[in-house]
């Protein structure tokens, strides 16, 4: 069946430091993919996404690029901040029209250090 | 700022308890979602409605009962839970009809539930 498989947390890292979260996929089709984040006491936010191969989402400084060779959909930043400590989801989106079914990964919390 | 509200925000009930969770979405969106968020586990989608039809029972238990009277409301009924039913329940919308590009999920910050 479908399925995303994160990187394990918790990742730490120090304020400026370069970030890559790694995230594979398993998925009949071609699914959408995306990055959500969920700051302490909130619900989900979308962050980015990419709807076909070699697309490059990018948001806030991050990036991930829809990798249909190796199945895969990396987050990168650059430079991390303080107000980026969170917990990161990726995720599959699988359907082709009207309500679509999300497939999470079990997400990965990033403490960023300053 | 989001356009999905979920109330309550935290919620302690007993086993013989039983209790509603409310989602209202002010986005213009036709298909709504119920989520389960358990500690070190992924979400997992319970429920999917589209213009008020259920179209996915993701094998929930029958204490937990779903309801949509209208494309922007939706309930999740609660009875007789077990405490390892205590989760985030988070609430999400969507277009429903936008096609594979424009059917993003936009999700409210969720209900904290605890069940002793």
């Known amino acids: 069946g479908d399925s995303v498989t994160q990187m394990e947390g918790p990742v730490t890292l120090s304020e400026e430091a370069f970030l890559t979260i790694n995230c594979t996929y398993t998925?009949?089709?071609?699914?959408?993919l995306f990055w959500y984040v969920q700051y302490p006491g909130e619900g989900l936010q979308l962050l980015l996404k990419?709807?076909?191969?070699?697309d490059k989402g990018s948001n806030k400084g991050f990036e991930a690029t829809y990798r249909k060779e190796t199945t895969s959909f990396h987050l990168e930043k650059g430079s991390v901040q303080v107000s980026d400590s969170a917990v990161y989801f990726c995720?599959?989106?699988?359907?082709?029209?009207?309500?679509?079914?999300?497939?999470f990964g079990q997400g990965t919390r990033l403490t960023i250090n300053p | 700022e989001t356009g999905v509200t979920q109330t309550p925000r935290h919620l302690v009930m007993g086993m013989t308890n039983k209790k509603s969770l409310k989602c209202e979405q002010h986005?213009?969106?036709?298909?709504m979602y119920w989520y389960k968020q358990s500690a070190k586990k992924p979400l997992e989608l319970m429920f999917v409605?589209?213009?008020?039809?259920?179209?996915e029972n993701n094998s929930v238990p029958s204490r937990f009962s779903p309801e949509c009277p209208n494309s922007s409301h939706l309930f999740l009924h609660l009875h007789t839970l077990q405490p390892e039913d205590s989760a985030l329940y988070l609430c999400?919308?969507?277009?429903?009809?936008?096609?594979?590009?424009?059917?993003?999920?936009?999700f409210g910050p969720g209900t904290r539930l605890l069940v002793l």
């Open positions: 986005l213009g969106h036709n298909a």
């Open positions: 999400a919308s969507s277009l429903g009809s936008g096609g594979v590009y424009k059917e993003t999920q936009y």
């Open positions: 990419a709807t076909k191969a070699d």
């Open positions: 998925a009949t089709g071609y699914p959408s």
């Open positions: 409605y589209n213009f008020k039809e259920q179209t």
């Open positions: 995720a599959l989106r699988v359907g082709i029209q009207g309500a679509q079914k999300l497939v």
